[in-house]
């Protein structure tokens, strides 16, 4: 893949990186993905990414937005902007590609697969990250599913880097973050692999909420300041860790139906409490089903969409956990 633009060089300049892709129009057709930077030469190196998922616009607007606010001389270092990572599924309002199927975010670090998505994906991990001392991959719920806006970051690595993860996490300063046993392939698993200080956030989802923008916007300018990217210090901003592997985290729709959530998303919920109904489709002369909480913890995302079929994802919790607690070993 072909980037038009010199990473390397001072000053601030957008462009494209080319994505081949022979099709129906053309046999020698392009995808071109935008791409900027801004920057000196001395100084880290931040990577910021959105459109991951192609239904998540939320980090688009987001990154639109810094890379036309910042100039060369409001950054120390250098700031490269990737804002519809996954551009042909940006394009058609699909989470995962159009041209391939694929899962941007399940692609990343295995040279075995092939694809339009995985070639983003070893463009970014080649030639971004390999530059990159600090991340965000700035996410939301698409289509299906609204999030508390919460950071997230993955709850491994030794003592100092899982300090710097927790120190980012409060200069990004939502109120929750949310921390994982992470994903395979994700984009964040790639910037664990190199080392680099990631940090994901998820941004609502739905429709686009002012607010949530808000938070995205001025949790990444902070957490840039907090990095020494820009010239003003951060601001002293706090987060609540909750850690979401435990049993019972992810609720599932028990039958296929109409969803009728019961809670709100950052609502605190308890064990065995109604968190929503499943109304039958095709019959009246059955009740709905109501679906409780195996667990208590605070509700971090929600599906935002009624219709349900069995297995599929209704709400998912976290529960608040120290921070000493997250630098203990895993096991
Ligand atoms: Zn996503």
């Not at 509700?299 to 608040?320: C, I, K, N, S, T």
Request: hydrophobic share 35%; glycine share 12%; charged share 20%.
């Amino acid at each position: 893949m072909r980037c038009s633009i010199d990473l390397d060089r001072p000053g601030k300049r957008e462009g494209y990186v080319q994505l081949n892709h022979s099709n129906n129009r053309h046999a020698y057709g392009v995808i071109p993905l935008p791409i900027g930077v801004i920057g000196g030469d001395t100084g880290p190196t931040a990577l910021l990414t959105a459109g991951n998922h192609g239904d998540e616009y939320e980090g688009i607007v987001i990154l639109q937005r810094l890379f036309h606010d910042l100039g060369p001389d409001q950054v120390q270092g250098r700031i490269i902007f990737m804002p519809s990572l996954n551009l042909p599924a940006v394009r058609e309002y699909q989470r995962t590609s159009p041209l391939d199927g694929a899962n941007m975010n399940r692609v990343f670090g295995d040279p075995a697969l092939a694809g339009p998505t995985r070639d983003i994906a070893a463009f970014v991990e080649e030639t971004l990250i390999s530059r990159a001392d600090f991340a965000i991959d700035l996410h939301s719920g698409g289509k299906m599913c609204e999030f508390s806006p919460c950071g997230f970051i993955y709850g491994i690595g030794d003592k100092e880097h899982l300090q710097n993860k927790i120190r980012a996490a409060h200069h990004f300063g939502a109120k929750y973050t949310a921390v994982v046993e992470g994903s395979q392939g994700s984009l964040s698993a790639a910037g664990e692999r190199a080392g680099i200080v990631m940090l994901s956030a998820e941004l609502g989802g739905g429709r686009i909420q002012r607010e949530n923008i808000e938070i995205g916007y001025n949790g990444t300018t902070n957490t840039l300041a907090g990095w020494g990217l820009l010239a003003d210090s951060p601001r002293e901003t706090r987060t609540t860790f909750l850690r979401s592997w435990f049993a019972g985290s992810s609720v599932m729709s028990p039958v296929a139906g109409a969803f009728e959530p019961l809670t709100n998303v950052g609502q605190t919920v308890h064990t065995g409490e109604a968190v929503g109904r499943i109304h039958p489709l095709d019959a009246l002369d059955k009740p709905p089903v109501t679906v409780c909480a195996e667990s208590g913890g605070v509700v971090v995302g929600q599906r935002a969409q009624a219709h349900v079929v069995r297995g599929d994802f209704l709400l998912h919790l976290g529960e608040e956990v120290e921070e000493s607690e997250l630098l203990k070993p895993l096991n």
